[in-house]
T-cell receptor, first 112, second 115 residues
């Protein structure tokens, strides 16, 4: 079992729809969780982080964390073609300061 | 803005050559990381460093070494390049202040081709 698993893509949604990206992790002691966006040919950039159970909203993006279920998700509302990218989930176990484990990513395509 | 720079965007080397990839960050971050990214395999950690002169092996350290003589600079060394080291190499840095952060800032990447 992989330490961080993301729903297999690719994911395609129409413009204006809600895109839902999911991630599960195996280390129950994990403490902080990140979503990175990576455009084709570019390096990853952080879009959200969350460390408390519940929802965290930033503009059109909402991160959701459920530590009991070991599950973190990213919702993108009013999806735009510019949101088309690969989204990487990263989990920090807290034992080794700063070291994160990354999922393989989910590729999202938003169709006009 | 945090800035992480890498010495080359594209690099072509021959099998057996010694290769140096340099990474510099300008935000006084304690942590620095080297990853490689390959299609279908995701981001894989090669080495990381928590402080000057400190290094820890990641998931795939074989065939690589690192050097961190100054806080802002983290170098990845391929002692004898092989074709299976053809990849995109990404450097990242992060703070080491509290468990609630540790977000990583990535450099632009170096696409290395070994022929």
């Amino acid at each position: 079992q992989k330490e961080v698993e993301q729903n297999s893509g690719p994911l395609s949604v129409p413009e204006g729809a809600i895109a839902s990206l999911n991630c599960t992790y195996s280390d129950r002691g994990s403490q902080s969780f990140f979503w990175y966006r990576q455009y084709s040919g570019k390096s990853p950039e952080l879009i959200m982080f969350i460390y408390s159970n519940g929802d965290k909203e930033d503009g059109r993006f909402t991160a959701q964390l459920n530590k009991a279920s070991q599950y973190v998700s990213l919702l993108i509302r009013d999806s735009q073609p510019s949101d088309s990218a690969t989204y990487l989930c990263a989990v920090n176990p807290g034992r080794e300061a700063g070291k994160s484990t990354f999922g393989d990513g989910t590729t999202l395509t938003v169709k006009p | 803005d945090v800035k992480v720079t890498q010495s080359s965007r594209y690099l072509v080397k021959r099998t057996g050559e010694k290769v140096f990839l340099e990474c510099v960050q300008d935000m006084d971050h304690e942590n620095m990381f080297w990853y490689r990214q390959d299609p279908g395999l995701g981001l894989r950690l090669i080495y990381f460093s928590y402080d000057v002169k400190m290094k820890e092996k990641g998931d795939i350290p074989e065939g690589y070494s690192v050097s961190r003589e100054k806080k802002e600079r983290f170098s990845l060394i391929l002692e004898s390049a092989s074709t299976n080291q053809t990849s995109m190499y990404l450097c990242a840095s992060s703070l080491r202040t509290s468990l609630s952060s540790y977000e990583q800032y990535f450099g632009p990447g170096t696409r290395l081709t070994v022929t």
